[in-house]
């Protein structure tokens, strides 16, 4: 079955209207083959479990997180009309087992982490339902690794760690456990409330902001190594670094001494960064906000993320304290009036025409903070902690739909655990690799002397 066909007429009340994060996504639209409705557009996390598992009875547990979570089992027509979505009946998820019993416990964390890019790497059509499927690594009769993926358009980060906290809670409850799961609306509330409910004062309100703001801004596009012209294969490469913790207790003494957030005090790292590469100073940064402001939709699973343009004018900085201080005023007042992008680019429409040179190409930044516990959790007979720390970089893995984007996050250690993916077929590895040293270089020169004359190149 192909994204367009359906397995029977749908009548007006299937025809599910599609969240504006997914119209968002048809602006990239390249088909059933790639771009974001391709099968590499997914998103994957993986955990460490201590316990004796069945696998029959996790079999069942996956089937009823799919039951639960219905956008698991949604098809996104793309017909010739307007597209919508349609949500079928429940099926079972794919789970495959691999036995890594001759793997030594000294050796665990490594073969775990391979696991995690040998799935990555891998295709999962957006017609294949359901959207998740999972895969279990035994190491011993208590010891395993489970990975989960989903399509993109299904699930984001945040879901991710809901689908997992669901599975282990189905799997408690089926081996006769008493859990408690909180309740879950459906993902096509959110996309109705989102068509039918995003009017009033409110977002004329947030549509003001964003047009002033916005305005003569453009997006800040890097210069790529190669032209989109030159029809190089494409493929997403991620390259892995970590930044020591010592760093990171300087980057959280920034925050918290500058009422600011982690995210505030890397966002501005990054924007001395990018004034050191292209000499601008009016600095428009592409990052994500949850997309979850509704706490009714804060246990459903879903694509919530919403792409929001930081403008942060560095000009006249000396210090790279008042760089933090445009950086958190801008956060404030975006986060405050977050809207969905097509709105914003209504108010904003040549935001975005840097991204769409020949030799140019959109690099966003994000760092991620999970509400959801990420240490060690338990339920039943079953213990689990995210792999968060994942340092080995890949050729290939889930695809970006154009450019390139950071993705940092502060792990159990206390180290900065960064990711910076991009498109081979735009960017050569090594341009990736000294960019991410360059931020290393610029992070320890700044939070360490917060009141330091900023060296600017």
Known sequence: MTISETPSAPTAADRIPLSFNQEFLLNFDRGDEEGPFGPKYNILCGWRLTGQIDTETLQDALEDVVVRHETLRTLIIRDDGPPYQQVLPASPPALLVHDFTGVEPDGRELRAEELLIEI??????????????????????????????????????????????????????????????????????YARWQQ????????????????EKLKDARILALKTDHPRSAGLPKATSWHRFWI?????????KV??????????????VYATLLRDMTGTTDIVIPTFTSGRSQPRFQDTVGSFFNFVPLRIDVEGCDTFRQVVERTRATCIEAYSRDIP?????GEAPELMIPSIGDEAAVCAFQVFRSPLATEAESAGGLAYSEIRRRLLSQPAGGD????????????????IVGTL????????????????????RVLAATVTAPDAPVQWS
């Open 421 to 440: 993916g991009f498109n081979s077929n735009l960017f050569d590895e090594a341009t990736i690799v000294h960019m991410a040293s360059e931020f290393h």
């Open 196 to 211: 039918e409910g995003v009017t009033g004062t409110t977002g004329d309100d947030a549509r003001a902001y964003w047009r």
């Open 341 to 345: 992008f097509a709105q914003l680019l």
């Open 400 to 415: 970006i739909p154009d450019g390139a984007m950071w993705h940092l996050e502060i792990d159990s250690t206390g180290d």
């Open 120 to 189: 990555e790497s891998g295709a999962y059509g957006i017609a294949e339902l359901p959207l998740v499927r999972a895969v279990l690594g035994r190491f011993s009769d208590d010891d395993s690794v489970l990975v989960l993926i989903a399509h993109h358009t299904a699930a984001d980060e945040w879901s991710m760690r809901l689908i997992m906290r669901d599975l282990v809670g189905c799997y408690a409850l089926r081996e006769g456990y008493t859990v408690e799961l909180p309740s879950a609306s459906p993902y096509q509330e």
């Open 255 to 268: 925050s918290k001494g500058m009422r600011s957030s982690p995210f505030m005090v890397l966002l501005a």
């Open 244 to 252: 020591p913790a010592e760093l990171t207790s300087a980057v959280l």
